[in-house]
Nanobody, 129 residues
Framework: QVQLVESGGGLVRTGSSLRLSCEFS????????IGWFHQSPGKEREFVAA????????YYVGSVQGRFTISRDNAKNTVYLQINSLKPEDTAAYYC??????????????????????WGQGTQVTVSS
């Protein structure tokens, strides 16, 4: 069993930055790839970014590349999502999730919700215009 707890969300203005954290714990938790997803009001949950267990490989949805950066510190059992130049359309609940299935090809793997075994409760990001 792996537990994930997100933090770092809040109410911010357009153009601001936030760093979300996903602290994970449990059995062999450093062996898990971690993904971030977000869900805006009235929309389905969508993939944002992912990082493999070692931190060497990262993958982003095209719309956030250049503004979002995912990283991890396995010594602290934490994955981070740095979000710069926030826009009102970034308003969403942000969830992190963990999986053990390894990705040979990033697209169609890291972005698949059904491959993730464990999920956090989410942290809300609200961006005012």
């Amino acid at each position: 069993q792996v537990q994930l707890v997100e933090s770092g969300g809040g109410l911010v203005r357009t153009g601001s930055s936030l760093r979300l954290s996903c602290e994970f714990s449990g059995r062999i938790s450093n062996n898990y790839d971690i993904g971030w997803f977000h869900q805006s009001p009235g929309k389905e949950r969508e993939f944002v970014a992912a990082i493999n267990w070692s931190g060497r490989d990262t993958y982003y949805v095209g719309s956030v590349q250049g503004r979002f950066t995912i990283s991890r510190d396995n010594a602290k059992n934490t994955v981070y999502l740095q979000i710069n130049s926030l826009k009102p359309e970034d308003t969403a609940a942000y969830y992190c999730a963990a999986k053990t299935v390894r990705c040979v090809v990033a697209r169609g793997c890291y972005d698949r919700e059904d491959l993730y075994d464990y999920w956090g409760q989410g942290t809300q990001v609200t961006v005012s215009s």
